[in-house]
């Protein structure tokens, strides 16, 4: 691969791949009962097929957040068709607005009193742009307020209801990217970089804050997905790349979810990498404090 201004993506970490294999199959995870999941940004694409997978694995209650309600039902009814005993709350949210994300955590507390898992998965891109003087500030703006500022509001509304389910998973996951820790190369987008790099510190910062109360937090690459925001937007040199598929961000979520897997929590993790092989690097992964953005010195 080309210099995109990193030593490494972690391509080679383990083995890849493309979409979900035996060892993570959701269809074989049996969750507790009851276990509500709230997924922010389920209207579409990767987002509902993260909803699909926790439908698979039997979560009794699934919040499904976004501003498009009518991809929501959609999602709703593939979840049902998967699961027909889960119970679907389907709620209109605005990530960029601490009003809406606040009555999101409301709602959600009223219908279930309690929540086990939140996933994250509304994000922004806008036009490629690779020079700063090039970029529209609003865009910008957007993508800060999307990528950063939305998974604040969610990190602040929705953890006290993780932290007061007592018998809860206390499972908190942004879908970040590996953008995040790029500067070069076809989709080094400032406003998409920076905001994600932003979205992945934030997550750390949730861990140390709260790992002590028994909450996990994961900031997790999706694989490369040809979802409808890339096709909108990616490079054409960019495109042969987008051959992952969908499904694998949402079994690699349900995977975290299965066991406790605290010695994760804070770090970027790649839903391509080979969950074997990734269990078999524990003990240096947590020796080195891997899989996080730290100061590289001479």
Not at 46 to 72: D, E, H, P
Not at 103 to 122: M, Q, T, W, Y
Not at 214 to 238: I, R
Request: charged share 20%; glycine share 6%.
């Amino acid at each position: 691969m080309a210099d995109w201004g990193t030593k490494s993506i972690g391509a080679a970490f383990t083995t890849s791949h493309s979409r979900p294999n035996a060892d993570i199959n959701s269809s074989t995870v049996t969750l507790p009962k009851p276990f509500v999941v709230c997924i922010v940004g389920a209207s579409r694409g990767i987002g509902a097929r993260v909803a699909t997978a926790y439908a698979k694995a039997g979560c009794t209650a699934l919040i499904l957040a976004s501003r498009r309600l009518s991809g929501l039902e959609e999602t709703a009814a593939a979840c049902k068709a998967l699961n027909p005993k889960v119970e679907i709350e389907i709620i209109s949210c605005d990530i960029t607005s601490s009003a809406s994300v606040s009555s999101l955590a409301e709602k959600a507390l009223s219908r279930f009193g309690r929540l086990d898992a939140v996933i994250v998965n509304s994000g922004y891109s806008g036009p490629v742009r690779l020079r700063i003087t090039e970029t529209d500030p609003e865009t910008f703006l957007n993508a800060t307020n999307v990528n950063y500022v939305g998974i604040f509001y969610c990190a602040k509304f929705l953890i006290p209801l993780l932290l007061n389910t007592s018998d809860g998973a206390k499972l908190f996951i942004g879908v970040s990217s590996l953008a995040s820790i790029l500067v070069r190369g076809p989709i080094a987008n400032t406003q998409y970089c920076v905001s994600k790099c932003a979205q992945l510190k934030l997550l750390e910062h949730v861990h140390e804050q709260y790992s002590d109360q028994g909450l996990s937090s994961f900031a997790v690459h999706p694989g490369s997905v040809l979802s409808e925001m890339a096709d909108e937007t990616v490079p054409e040199e960019f495109r042969p790349f987008l051959t992952d598929s969908p499904e694998l961000c949402g079994a690699f979520c349900v995977w975290l979810t299965s066991e406790d897997r605290k010695w994760l929590s804070g770090r970027l993790l790649n839903a391509k990498w080979d969950v074997k092989e990734l269990e078999a690097k524990r003990e240096e992964i947590v020796a080195k404090d891997a899989l996080k953005l730290q100061l590289s010195l001479p």
